[in-house]
Each structure stands twice: as C-alpha cells, then as structure tokens.
C-alpha cells in the first residue's frame, strides 16, 4: 500500500462511525512484526510490517491508558472469550526483544510472539537468536508460540508435511523455552480445514490467522482474525483500527496478504 492509498484509506476510515455496543462485544487482537529504530529510515518506508520505535511507543502510550478499564482491557490470545485486546508480533525478530519488548513490560502489557525455528536457526541477524528466544521467553507476560517450522504456507502441503511443519515447531520451541507451546500463528495467513485439524490433533488449542475481524463470542479458537499494523500507523490510526473504524478494509486485503511476507 503506497502513500496515496494510505491516506485514502485513512480518510475513509476517519468518517466510518462504528456502533458502540460493536465495539465493546469484540476483542481485537493486533498482528505486528517488526519495530525498527527511528534512524532505520529505509526500512520504515520500505516494509508495510516494519513500524517505526517512535509509532509503536505511542501505540504502547494508547494500549497502556486503556488497560485500566475493562472493555479495552489487554488480554492474552488465551484467555477465555472477553473484550479488549491482544498483542501479536509474527517471525521473532530481534527487535521484539530489544525493542518492542522493553515497552511493553513497562507496562505490564502481555503479549504472544509466535516465532518461526528456521529464521532462528538461520543465523541472520535481523532475527532473534536461540539465546535471545530464551530471554525474550521468560519475560513477565509473554508467550511463546509457534508459525509453522520453515514458514512455509501449509495449505499447499501435503498432509505427513503438514505434520511435520506444526509438530518440529511446537517440540523445537518447548525444548528452547521449557515451556508448553500451545498458540501459534499461521504463515502468511495460510491455512484451511485440513491445516486447523492438524493443529488440533497435534496439540495447539489457538492459532491466529491473518485474516481481519473481530474476536468474538463464535469465533473458533483456531481461527481467530486479528487486526493488521502497518508502518505508517500513527496512534490515531491504531485507535481508529481499535474502534473497527478500517474493518472496512479487511475485505480488500486478500491481494496484499498474499504477495506479503507475513
Ligand atoms: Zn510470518
């Protein structure tokens, strides 16, 4: 999405006036990736999923202020079914320890990182490393959970694949954190029936998609629709996407969805 369609969308947006009683009998459960620093310019033009340090304080500022009551409270992906809000972040990068992070527990706001074995793996520095996963897991509040092994998009396997990719994640991530690993978030959003049964019988009990929606009574916990975050979401932007003032715009997504990286 360029700059123009941003700031159309945002006009729309702005406008679209969004029943209360709406607002508070759904959850909405935020989808990040990456929090670049403020000098990493390049990045934070480049990359619709990698959101300036200064944004992603202000949104910290608005999610924090409206934690102190109920309707807006954070929540985790697994409590059971209430309003409020979920904080995701997507592939483990290494900024959603040395930045993201520390915001957060300031706070006291609790999120889920599900993380991808291979870019951990991998050695490339924009991800986090084993040591660092291991940190980042035993911070108050946070969640470890899985996105597929080698992130690959698990409607396209085949079946023993399937298993495969949901079973090496889950083993490969308790055995780093010595934790139970129970939530994960599928690969660029891709999943389907066979995907959510494999899930199940393989232990997950929630998976996240990368569909837009609201969480709400009815939503099957292994296809909860979370709320996209982009790089030029300023705190406005993200309280409009809070209110369901961009759900307008979920529909439209598919094409952007599947050409991302997510
Ligand atoms: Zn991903």
Redesign the pocket.
């Known amino acids: 999405m360029n700059l123009l369609k941003y700031r159309v969308a945002q006009f729309v947006s702005a406008a679209n006036l969004v029943s209360r009683r709406d607002k508070q009998n759904s959850r909405r459960v935020l989808m990040y ?1 990456s929090v670049v620093k403020n000098t990493d310019l390049a990045m934070q033009k480049s990359d619709i999923y990698a959101i300036s340090e200064t944004y992603f304080n202000s949104h910290v500022n608005v999610l924090a202020r409206q934690n102190n009551s109920a309707p807006d409270k954070v929540v985790s992906l697994e409590d059971s079914y209430s309003a409020g809000v979920s904080i995701t972040f ?2 483990g990068y290494k900024d959603t320890l040395t930045i993201a992070a520390p915001l957060l527990c300031k706070n006291n706001l609790s999120f889920h990182v ?1 993380v ?1 074995p291979a870019n951990v793996i991998s050695g490339d520095g924009k991800y986090l490393s084993e040591a660092e996963l291991t940190t980042l897991s035993k911070l108050p509040g946070v969640t470890i959970g899985a ?1 597929g092994f080698s ?1 690959r998009h698990l409607n396209s396997l085949h079946e023993t694949e399937i298993i495969e990719e949901l079973t090496s994640s889950k083993q490969w991530l308790e055995n780093l954190t010595q934790k139970a690993v129970t939530t994960m ?1 599928y ?2 959003g891709a999943f389907n029936s066979q995907v959510k049964e494999i899930a199940s019988s393989v232990g997950y009990l929630y998976a996240a998609t990368s569909s837009w929606g609201r969480y709400q009574v009815g939503t099957e916990p292994l296809e909860i629709p979370r709320i996209d975050v982009w790089n030029l979401d300023n705190q406005k932007a993200l309280k409009q996407k809070l209110n369901g003032q961009w759900d307008w715009i979920g529909k439209s997504l598919s094409p952007l969805q599947e050409t991302s ?2």
């Open positions: 990736h997507d592939d599900f991808t996105h992130h978030s690969p660029h990286k997510q």
